[in-house]
């Protein structure tokens, strides 16, 4: 990976980012997430450090590569997008699965805890009775998608540790699956650890969920904020006219 025949002085930096930009296409840094240090990219393409270092200023406003700070520079990977029907109910898990994704998951927080004034409302529970709460951070194939914040009435789910890969599967094999969702979403900029965990810019956009889950007797069995990246999900939902509209169409 050398440049050779360098064009004028004043475009060699972006021959240099094109070729760094071939490599990282091509897969050469495959096996890692970190690009490597200047002094070793300068000699791998045989290039003065202020060039190379111009030539990365480009690619980092291009968007290839990012800075993480005092961490290094970053290979951006291109992220999984996901269109999500709006009207289904399922789980995190079983999207992943369906669109050929390997659902995984990294733990922020659980345990057994009295619920929160907000938890008790909108689960319906009493103010001492036990509630789980899940948090973690959603990959699709290593890639973070979402954090997610599940509360769970511990009369449904009696022990945090019961619950495995996925809370859906967990409360299936309890006859505890939600029949019925209510969801409501909003648009919201990241904070700081919010963004830092999923991986993108601090104060980049998000879709913010809030998600109400019933049992098939009306009582409610999840309530579940959810940050999503707004750069790999789109939610979808099919519109049909009102029956009223459709009549008078007929
Ligand atoms: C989804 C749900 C979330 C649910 C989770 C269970 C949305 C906005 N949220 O992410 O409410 O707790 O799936 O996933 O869709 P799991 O079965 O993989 O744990």
Redesign the pocket.
Known sequence: MTIADAPARATLYTTVGETLKREIMSGRFADTEVLPGERELSGLLNVSRTTLRRAITDLVAEGVLYHRHGAGTFIRRATPRVDQALSRLT????DMRLRGFV?GSRELERGAFLPTPEEAMMLGVGPNEGVIRLSRL?LASEVPM?I?H?VIPQRYIPDPTMIGA????TLEARNFKPVRAL?RLRAILLGDADAKLLGVEPKSPALY?Q?I?YLADGRCV?F?R?YYRSDTYDFVSELTLAPTARRSKA
Do not use: M, N, V
Request: glycine share 4%.
């Open positions: 789980g995190f898990t079983q659902a959603r979402a997610e599940a996925s809370l859906y599967d969801q969920i998600r889950a999840e579940t959810s």
